[in-house]
């Protein structure tokens, strides 16, 4: 199906796999994705698996901060992409479409996936 990938925050590691219910991420612990960071509300995200066109979509439930998907405020619920980047307080969460067995697998998919955004360093001594 589909996972959460905390890269950045207190929670920074974790990950979760989405399956098909309504997850709700946030301080309170209550929450399936429960994020410990001063700046989250206790019900901030959440996000949801439609079967009308068999995507997830993403709403930010009134938290006092707000949500930036892929650095942009979300306004309204949005589809989410593989890929994207979700910010609640100082906590970066990724969602990607693929799901994994473990922690480790789930980090170095993260791993991967940011080395393709990364620019080739030249060397200057090469160069000459």
Do not use: W
């Amino acid at each position: 199906m589909a996972s959460i990938i905390v890269v950045s925050g207190p929670n920074e590691g974790d990950y979760y796999p989405l399956g098909t219910r309504t997850m709700v991420a946030g301080r309170d612990a209550a929450c399936p994705i429960q994020i410990l960071d001063e700046l989250v509300s206790r019900k901030h995200l959440r996000i949801s698996f439609e079967q009308t066109d068999n995507r997830y979509h993403a709403m930010d439930m009134k938290s006092a901060n707000g949500v930036l998907v892929n650095g942009r405020q979300l306004e309204q619920e949005t589809v989410l992409e593989d890929g994207d980047m979700l910010e609640i307080g100082n906590s970066t969460l990724m969602f990607t479409t693929k799901d994994f067995p473990d922690r480790q697998s789930a980090m170095a998919h993260y791993h991967k996936q940011g080395e393709r955004g990364k620019s080739t360093l030249i060397r200057l001594k090469d160069r000459r």
